[in-house]
C-alpha cells in the first residue's frame, strides 16, 4: 500500500468513526469530520499532509500525491 492509499483509508476510516460516534453518543463527534475534511482539502492545495510525514518514517512506500516524500 503507498502513502497515498493509506491516507486515504485513514481518512475515511476517521469520518465513518466520527459519523457513528456522533448518532451513539455526541453530535460533538462531527467536529472531527469537519476536521478530517479540512485536512484532506488544504492537502489537496498544499500538498503537505502530516499523516504523510509519519508514514514516510515508517517505511511506507511513496505515492505521487504528496510533494513531503518525493525526497529520501
Not at 465513518?16 to 455526541?26: I, N, V
Amino acid at each position: 500500500m503507498t502513502i497515498d492509499r493509506a491516507v486515504l483509508a485513514f481518512a475515511g476510516s476517521m469520518i465513518l468513526l466520527s459519523l457513528a460516534l456522533s448518532q451513539a453518543h455526541s453530535p460533538y463527534w462531527l467536529f472531527l469530520t469537519a476536521f478530517v475534511g479540512v485536512n484532506l482539502l488544504q492537502a489537496a492545495f498544499t500538498r503537505f499532509c502530516p499523516l504523510a510525514y509519519i508514514l514516510k518514517r515508517f517505511g511506507v512506500r511513496s505515492g505521487g500525491a504528496f510533494s513531503c516524500c518525493d525526497t529520501p
